[in-house]
């Protein structure tokens, strides 16, 4: 495994470390003679060793510039960060589920891997892999290892309840994830439970969770509120707090990816919190969103129009731009809305709330 990675990132140049949040910017110039270096077999410069000892603790002094530093490809495209959705499957059948009906399919293994190779080409250096739930895919370790090996930073957002698999630990251990973002449900079997409704689901959670601090990997926890759950906020807050572990906390329920309107029951009205408003982002320009089957998207919400990325290759993702600019515009209702200046709901998630029927105040301000 190499122990250096340069990479192009919003047209600069960066020396970053696997498992690392640390990076060093590197003038143009002296990457390319870091490119002539690794042609020629050359050894690691003096000037990047001294960098990497001085930044990471690390001594590359005198080794060989292959197998030492993976410097990827510079690229066109400018997508630095994207998504990878498995699979829709999961192991609990969550009452607030965005996603609805919960398949185990996704593409077999040459397809993923050319998935993956196509993000490389994109400049994806920071993917995040998610599901349903990545860690109970057939393939997580293979897509975990290739991506690895690629270059890409790993986040992998999952609900915790494999990460005491030795297999799962070794791994993300021997090649260090960027983050781990873990979900909870409850610091009680019965309130956990009753959320993911799956008997046994708190105790693998928490062996997991557990696991995951002793092995001292990098983690923060997304606390989700339901109706099921509510009394069990603070206790979250207080098990974050005694792990030492950043925590958000996710009170709005959202319709499902189809519009469905059925997991808005799970919402807690007390809970309800307006949004911040929304001032745009980067979806689709410097991001994007890919589904089980190799369709891109500018998120995971605004899943159509998309683009078929084994079909059309990376080149594809040059229609991505103009589509976010369609789906983030106003639209619809919101077309010269007054308050849409404090807005803090995007368009596409507007459109699924607009399907679902749901009550105007769960995203409107005009319904407060």
């Known amino acids: 495994m190499y122990a250096l990675i340069g990479t192009q990132y919003l047209g600069n140049h960066f020396i970053l470390r696997q498992g690392s949040t640390q990076g060093i910017q590197v003038p143009t110039q002296k990457f390319e003679n870091l490119r002539r270096a690794a042609v020629a077999n050359d050894r690691v410069p003096d000037w990047l060793a001294d960098a990497a000892r001085s930044q990471w603790n690390i001594d590359v002094a005198g ?3 292959a197998g030492t530093v993976l410097l990827r490809p510079d690229t066109e495209y400018g997508y630095s960060r994207a998504s990878y959705e498995l699979n829709l499957g999961c192991n609990y059948d969550c009452e607030h589920c965005y996603l609805g009906v919960k398949r185990f399919e996704g593409l077999d293994w040459p397809d993923r891997q050319r998935l993956l190779d196509t993000m490389r080409d994109a400049g994806v250096v920071w993917l995040q892999l998610t599901g349903g739930e990545p860690l109970v ?3 997580f370790t293979q897509v ?10 790993l986040t992998v957002s999952t609900n915790g309840s494999r990460l005491w698999r030795d297999d799962i630990l070794e791994l993300l251990v021997s090649r260090p994830v960027y983050k781990l973002t873990i979900t909870v449900y409850g610091v009680t079997a019965d309130g956990y439970d009753k959320v993911t409704r799956r008997p046994g689901s708190y105790q693998k959670f928490a062996k997991g969770l557990a696991a995951a601090v002793a092995a001292r990997l990098p983690m923060s926890l997304n606390l989700v509120v339901t109706h099921s759950n509510a009394d069990e906020l603070d206790g979250m807050k207080a098990m974050a707090e005694g792990y ?3 925590y958000h906390v996710y009170s709005n329920i959202s ?3 189809y519009g469905g309107a059925e997991v808005l029951r799970s919402q807690d009205p007390a809970y309800l919190r307006r949004r911040k ?3 745009g982002c980067n979806a689709g320009h410097t991001f994007f969103h ?3 089957f190799g369709k891109a998207s500018i998120c995971k919400v605004g899943r159509d129009p998309n683009i078929p990325l084994l079909e059309e290759g990376v080149e594809g993702l040059r ?5 976010a600019d369609t789906l983030l515009g106003r639209q619809g209702g919101c077309t010269g809305c007054t308050l849409q200046g404090t807005c803090g709901t995007c368009m596409p998630l507007v459109q699924l709330y607009r399907k679902a029927k749901a009550d105007l105040r769960t995203y409107c301000q005009h319904g407060n």
Do not use: H, N
Request: hydrophobic share 35%.
């Open 63 to 65: 080794q060989p510039m």
């Open 137 to 139: 895919d057939r393939m």
């Open 144 to 153: 975990y290892t290739y991506a690895y090996d690629l270059g890409m930073l």
């Open 244 to 246: 030492g572990l950043p």
């Open 255 to 257: 319709p499902t990816i």
């Open 277 to 279: 408003p929304f001032s």
């Open 290 to 292: 890919t589904d089980p």
């Open 319 to 323: 229609r991505l731009g103009g589509i």
